[in-house]
């Protein structure tokens, strides 16, 4: 990246290589190494090393432990929340596991067919979901509760018909033809992203038809992993 960007840092590239190196966590004097020589998760941590040689205030992860094991994940997302609290840098973190989505963001969107339908803070999203499709979501996530009696009567949400082209969306809302809550309305007008009655300051729904406040979320068995629970633990010890 500094070669590319035409950047020559104090001290000469060599020098701010080691010291990228070090901040993801990998020995300095390996930086002449070649790529078949790092592990998987090394190659990550190098990938982290790559995008901070830029010095950036935005960082756009896109799944970037998808291709991990679980013990590998945890400890890219570590260096991923050390990176952010030390650095002061943004992260956009695009994932499909919701349980590391929920440990790393502060905010959380959900995306379908290309459109946020909801958005707001970790909590909002994951106890008090008001979008459809967000429900469905969290609905197919195994339970991890065994002394919750109430964990096995929860029903996932099956969703009926395929996932429509992006190339041409359905009219107005774009999850009716999936919706077990469509009516009419929803394919003659798009519905804004707005505040609903009932939600917190900064969560958004986009549905017309939303779910009642009140309907009972997700709690914490959302962290499904041992490794990643484990995570959380260290992090919260004072």
Not at 52 to 62: G, H, N, Q, Y
Not at 108 to 115: D, E, P, T
């Amino acid at each position: 990246p500094m070669e590319i960007n035409g950047i020559e840092p104090t001290g000469g590239r060599e020098k701010r290589v080691r010291e990228l190196l070090e901040i993801v966590g990998l020995n300095p004097e390996h930086y002449n190494r070649f790529p078949h020589e790092f592990s998987g998760g090394q190659r990550q941590r190098i990938g982290v090393a790559r995008a901070l040689a830029l010095e950036p205030k935005l960082i756009v992860a896109d799944e970037p432990v998808s291709a991990l094991d679980v013990s590998i994940q945890a400890q890219v997302v570590n260096l991923l929340q050390k990176v952010q609290q030390e650095l002061g840098i943004a992260f956009l973190f695009i994932a499909h596991d919701l349980a590391v989505v929920r440990h790393f963001s502060q905010r959380v969107a959900v995306m379908y067919l290309g459109k946020v339908i909801e958005v707001g803070d970790r909590e909002s999203i994951y106890t008090r979901p008001r979008h459809p499709y967000t429900h469905a979501l969290l609905s197919a996530v195994p339970e991890v509760n065994l002394h919750d009696e109430e964990a096995g009567r929860r029903e996932r949400i099956r969703l009926a018909g395929d996932v429509p082209s992006p190339i041409s969306p359905p009219s107005g809302c774009r999850f009716r033809t999936r919706c077990w809550k469509a009516q009419d309305k929803c394919a003659a007008q798009e519905p804004p992203l707005v505040r609903l009655s009932g939600n917190r300051d900064g969560h958004l729904t986009a549905c017309h038809f939303p779910e009642d406040p009140t309907i009972e979320g997700r709690e914490e068995d959302i962290v499904l992993d041992p490794a990643l629970a484990a995570l959380e633990e260290d992090i919260e010890r004072p």
